[in-house]
């Protein structure tokens, strides 16, 4: 994957942990020899992430109740949506200070379904619970297109924006390669190298890096996903 000068560990600072992967082998749920865990297996609430061929998805979940939101239109005052994003998270040690990075996949893009991709930071996922902070993109090059920062307070549902932009230039296309960094308390998403989205928040000092997508894309979630990731950390 070609690099991209995004800010992230200054020089001399050891690494604590890295990883990366370009997902090549077939797996139901994402586990690449127990790195991962997962949004159904383990945080019960949400759905899981699979690979098929070099590319890694949220698996296929009925839409029960779909994402409504005063941000994307909807005429409702509070956020409503099932929200049990497919979700993997790295298991052990990691640094407080992450950049995690992926090459994007997107076909067949179009307004009806948001396809998001997403990139974890300081999460952790127990039975019911996964906070933590999520910078994430919506598979759309037009006026639908969005980017935005999320801190997800623990249960289903539960999360609050820290930073949303909409437009097409905030949508992504096939092959872009997004990144996510938190570096002490500061949180930012880029698209090709360019900052897109910043916020800062002190909710959660520490917690693992991971992957997912949006809920609801139903038959389509084989049109959008990572065929890479990576990720390093460091402390202070």
């Given at each position: 994957m070609e690099p991209h000068s995004v800010p992230g560990r200054p020089e001399g600072a050891p690494v604590v942990r890295s990883y990366g992967t370009?997902?090549?082998?077939?797996?139901?749920?994402?586990?690449?020899?127990?790195?991962?865990?997962?949004?159904?297996?383990?945080?019960?609430?949400?759905?899981?992430?699979?690979?098929?061929?070099?590319?890694?998805?949220?698996?296929?979940?009925?839409?029960?109740?779909?994402?409504?939101?005063?941000?994307?239109?909807?005429?409702?005052?509070?956020?409503?949506?099932?929200?049990?994003?497919?979700?993997?998270?790295?298991?052990?040690?990691?640094?407080?200070?992450?950049?995690?990075?992926?090459?994007?996949?997107?076909?067949?893009?179009?307004?009806?379904?948001?396809?998001?991709?997403?990139?974890?930071?300081?999460?952790?996922?127990?039975?019911?619970?996964?906070?933590?902070?999520?910078?994430?993109?919506?598979?759309?090059?037009?006026?639908?297109?969005?980017?935005?920062?999320?801190?997800?307070?623990?249960?289903?549902?539960?999360?609050?924006?820290?930073?949303?932009?909409?437009?097409p230039e905030f949508g992504v296309k096939d092959g872009d390669i997004i990144d996510a960094t938190i570096i002490g308390n500061e949180i930012k998403?880029?698209?090709?190298?360019?900052?897109?989205?910043?916020?800062?928040?002190?909710?959660?000092?520490?917690?693992?890096?991971?992957?997912?997508?949006?809920?609801?894309?139903?038959?389509?979630?084989?049109?959008?996903?990572?065929?890479?990731?990576?990720?390093?950390?460091?402390?202070?």
């Amino acid at each position: 994957m070609e690099p991209h000068s995004v800010p992230g560990r200054p020089e001399g600072a050891p690494v604590v942990r890295s990883y990366g992967t370009s997902f090549t082998a077939d797996e139901d749920p994402l586990s690449e020899g127990g790195l991962w865990i997962n949004g159904r297996n383990e945080g019960v609430d949400w759905a899981n992430i699979l690979t098929r061929g070099g590319l890694a998805q949220g698996e296929m979940i009925p839409l029960v109740v779909r994402e409504r939101r005063a941000e994307q239109g909807d005429e409702i005052d509070i956020p409503v949506g099932d929200y049990n994003d497919p979700t993997a998270i790295l298991k052990g040690a990691w640094g407080r200070n992450q950049h995690a990075r992926a090459r994007v996949f997107t076909r067949n893009q179009n307004a009806k379904y948001y396809h998001e991709v997403e990139l974890r930071l300081r999460s952790t996922l127990v039975p019911h619970a996964i906070p933590g902070y999520e910078v994430f993109f919506r598979c759309l090059k037009a006026d639908g297109g969005y980017a935005e920062i999320v801190k997800w307070l623990g249960p289903l549902g539960g999360w609050q924006s820290l930073c949303r932009k909409d437009g097409p230039e905030f949508g992504v296309k096939d092959g872009d390669i997004i990144d996510a960094t938190i570096i002490g308390n500061e949180i930012k998403g880029y698209i090709n190298g360019e900052e897109v989205t910043s916020a800062t928040d002190d909710s959660y000092p520490e917690g693992n890096p991971g992957i997912g997508f949006n809920y609801g894309a139903e038959e389509t979630y084989v049109d959008h996903g990572f065929t890479h990731y990576e990720v390093e950390t460091w402390n202070d």
